[in-house]
């Protein structure tokens, strides 16, 4: 019961993290230690899994999918994520270097602890810098400005849904870089269920298969791998910068934020902010066997 638990806490952490834009689910698995364990749960879909049903093996198909793993982990994503867009949107309008502050917070304390118990060589070091590298070659990126044709609403879905587990990159910010984002928001807003079905099917593909790469990868270059996604979450710490200017990728100073958009700084809130985020991840990272 008490896994249970802490795989809900852990899915609704990722799920809150998803409602932010520019703020990865992925992240929130790799610094809360389950994400290989969670990568491994989604590529157990594959074909072979056929044999339990026709085998009547129920339990048997549970326990090959890590059931009782991905169940509560996805009842915490659905749950926070679907209870707190409207907070976190309410947050981000009206104290969004508060908001970012905490995620920085959070961020930079998972990266100190994950290094230190790393044991660094020169190819780690290497991949590092290159996976900020290229989170920050994405993050500057200019969105492109395509047609959203069937084909490319499911190569979109398919991209977005595996950026979504790549610690650093959010979904949200794929789409954005390909320009199918406003055409997203406005389908769901529309309830244009056509688009959303194209989209949803191209996730489905993407993240069966994306996630089968991973596994593989993480077997058989496992340290490797893991130093290329932290150099991924340093890079995109730039997104999570707590007075920045998103429509054009500003990263001000708190005097200068204020004399921008004509609000509070909130300088004080924001430190304030940060500290907990920190002392969260700390308390959590200290009293936690994962």
Not at 64 to 81: P, T, V
Request: glycine share 10%.
């Amino acid at each position: 019961m008490k896994d249970i638990i802490s795989w809900f806490l852990k899915g609704a952490a990722m799920g809150i993290a998803d409602g932010v834009p520019g703020v990865s689910g992925g992240t929130i698995a790799l610094i809360t230690g389950i994400y290989e364990r969670f990568i491994a749960a989604i590529a157990a879909f594959k074909p072979s899994l056929w044999r339990f049903v026709q085998q009547k093996d129920f339990n048997g198909l549970w326990l090959a999918i890590d059931g009782r793993f991905l169940l509560a982990l996805g009842a915490g994503i659905l749950l926070s994520l679907f209870s707190t867009l409207s907070v976190m949107h309410w947050l981000l309008e009206n104290l969004a270097p508060v908001v970012w502050a905490f995620f920085m917070g959070v961020i930079i304390v998972s990266l100190w602890f994950m290094c230190v118990v790393k044991k660094w060589q020169l190819n780690d070091f290497m991949l590092l810098v290159g996976g900020a590298v290229i989170a920050l070659g994405l993050i500057f990126s200019t969105p492109a400005d395509i047609e959203a044709t069937p084909m490319i609403l499911i190569l979109g879905g398919a991209i977005a849904i595996s950026a979504m587990i790549l610690p650093g990159i959010s979904g949200s910010f794929m789409l954005l870089l390909l320009g199918l984002y406003p055409v997203v928001v406005e389908a769901v807003h529309a309830r244009d269920v056509v688009i959303v079905l194209w989209v949803a099917l191209g996730c489905l593909v993407g993240i069966l298969s994306f996630s089968q790469v991973l596994q593989w990868l993480l077997k058989r270059w496992h340290d490797r791998v893991m130093s290329f996604m932290l150099g991924f979450v340093v890079g995109a710490l730039v997104k999570v910068w707590p007075w920045q200017i998103a429509e054009g990728q500003l990263w001000l100073s708190p005097s200068q934020y204020a004399d921008a958009t004509g609000l509070p700084s909130y300088l004080i809130l924001s430190l304030i902010s940060f500290l907990i985020g920190s002392i969260l991840v700390w308390l959590l990272t200290t009293r936690s066997n994962v």
